[in-house]
């Protein structure tokens, strides 16, 4: 079965500063996906960035850019100039490609950004 | 397009009540999904589904029921509602129910805080 672990309860940055989230995840698959969603005080889950495991590159939005490090299986988020909006909830999640994938979270890492 | 929506968006019930959390999108996806939240448990899958008459559990469905007659709504049942049912339940829908990619994204419905005293 998949798991996915981020070891970061919670975490603090300045405003403007970067900041990095830790994810790990294991599995025996090859072909798989992975993402970060972010939940603010809203409620509503965002996805801020996806990864092919296929892919060598790392995956980047605007601020948003990942560490993909296939053979270790770690997938980290990294935001640079952290703005006060980028508060939330940020969620690690794993899916299998193929016909049977589903969604398998993290537990999460709550980020606060301090002016 | 209203995206997935979900109803009610807070709802108390009492232990051994019954009753129906409504999903429904308009994006004319195959995919569809129930997952729960709970404080330090991230988000948890209860049962999804892959196209109309088609269902499947998923980590936790012990409890739940589901049921999918049409493309456009998923509606999760309690049958008999117990306080460990106590969480905040996310609907989600994507294009694809066979095909699993990175760019099949899912989106999620803005959730239902559900209380069982």
């Known amino acids: 079965a998949q798991t996915v672990t981020q070891s970061q309860p919670e975490m603090s940055v300045q405003e403007a500063e970067t900041v990095t989230l830790s994810c790990t995840y294991d599995?025996?698959?090859?072909?798989?996906?992975l993402f970060w969603y972010k939940q603010p005080p809203s409620r509503q889950m965002i996805l801020v960035i996806r990864?092919?495991?296929?892919?060598?590159q790392n995956a980047t939005e605007n601020r948003f850019s990942v560490n993909f490090q296939k053979a270790a299986k770690s997938f980290s988020l990294k935001i640079s100039d952290s703005q006060l909006g980028d508060t939330a909830m940020y969620f690690c999640?794993?899916?299998?490609?193929?016909?049977?994938?589903?969604?398998?979270f993290g537990k999460g890492t709550k980020l606060s950004v301090k002016p | 397009n209203a995206g997935v929506t979900q109803t009610p968006k807070f709802q108390v019930l009492k232990t051994g009540q019954s009753m129906t959390l409504q999903c429904a999108q308009d994006?004319?996806?195959?995919?569809m999904s129930w997952y729960r939240q709970d404080p330090g448990m991230g988000l948890r899958l209860i049962h999804y589904?892959?196209?109309?008459?088609?269902?499947d559990q998923g980590e936790v469905p012990n409890g739940y029921n589901v049921s999918r007659s049409t493309t456009e709504d998923f509606p999760l049942r309690l049958l008999s509602a117990a306080p460990s049912q106590t969480s905040v339940y996310f609907c989600?829908?994507?294009?694809?129910?066979?095909?699993?990619?990175?760019?099949?994204?899912?989106?999620f419905g803005p959730g239902t805080r559900l209380t069982v005293l």
């Open positions: 589904s892959v196209g109309a008459g088609i269902t």
């Open positions: 999640a794993f899916m299998t490609g193929g016909s049977q994938g589903n969604l398998i």
């Open positions: 994006m004319n996806h195959e995919y």
């Open positions: 989600a829908s994507s294009y694809s129910g066979l095909v699993r990619s990175a760019y099949n994204e899912q989106f």
């Open positions: 599995t025996s698959e090859n072909n798989y996906y």
């Open positions: 990864q092919e495991a296929y892919k060598q």
